[in-house]
């Protein structure tokens, strides 16, 4: 026993404390320099956004648009609700030559706001409104996908059912037995009856403090880039 200010102390019990107080201590300082650590980064994205817009970043000058036939765009929460912004995100993009863009929202917030946003883009079309056989062909209006989170799981669970329901009806009418296996084909079809059966993006740049996905449909970006 340890005996400190007239009072026995164990030396396990002060080697416990002695480690609480040491780790608390590790904590903060890590804390802190995370912290720093973001703080640093958000300056960064901030100098960055402004010598993009300024046009002073001579590397975005050689972007190949070529290469970039569909683009996505994950818009946070806060975010789709500043419906000017979103516009002038989509002026921008058209004034620089792209054709193709999906806006994403995990709320549908830019599904509600579709109408005054196509009512800015004079040019623009709906995805989902135009002829099969040219949605990627059209290079004279932007084309623009509206999707959220309803889209993801729920779509899938909308496209399953009505595959059931066709192959259901196919066995009750004794048609053949081998249809009722389907395919990933089969799947696309009944996704895009479903009205979520849009076309892989190339590249999906996420617009806001997230940095993740938020749900975007996992099946449409296997071979995505995301910035």
């Known amino acids: 026993m340890i005996h400190f200010m007239g009072t026995p102390l164990n030396l396990n019990t002060m080697l416990v404390q002695i480690g609480n107080f040491g780790c608390q201590f590790l904590w903060c300082i890590l804390h802190f320099i995370v912290r720093i650590w973001y703080f640093l980064l958000e300056i960064v994205h901030e100098v960055e956004s402004y010598l993009i817009s300024s046009g002073l970043m001579k590397s975005y000058k050689a972007f190949n648009l070529?290469?970039?036939?569909?683009?996505?765009?994950?818009?946070?929460?806060?975010?789709?609700c500043q419906t000017s912004k979103v516009i002038e995100l989509l002026q921008w993009l058209e004034a620089i030559g792209v054709k193709h863009v999906c806006l994403y929202d995990m709320e549908g917030v830019l599904k509600k706001s579709k109408e005054a946003i196509l009512e800015k883009m004079n040019n623009a079309t709906v995805f989902q409104e135009v002829d099969e056989n040219d949605k990627l062909l059209n290079q004279k209006h932007m084309m623009l996908e509206f999707a959220s989170f309803s889209d993801g799981k729920e779509a899938v669970a909308k496209a399953a059912n009505l595959l059931f329901v066709k192959y259901l009806t196919s066995a009750n009418s004794g048609g053949d037995q081998e249809e009722e296996v389907f395919t990933e084909l089969h799947m696309t079809e009944a996704l895009?009856?479903?009205?979520?059966?849009?076309?892989?993006?190339?590249?999906?740049?996420?617009?806001?403090?997230?940095?993740?996905?938020?749900?975007?449909?996992?099946?449409?970006?296997?071979?995505?880039?995301?910035?």
């Open 66 to 80: 070529g290469k970039l036939q569909y683009l996505a765009i994950v818009v946070g929460s806060e975010e789709a």
């Open 192 to 227: 895009r009856a479903v009205g979520s059966g849009g076309p892989e993006p190339d590249l999906l740049l996420v617009y806001g403090p997230s940095r993740c996905h938020e749900g975007f449909p996992a099946w449409r970006i296997r071979y995505t880039e995301i910035v």
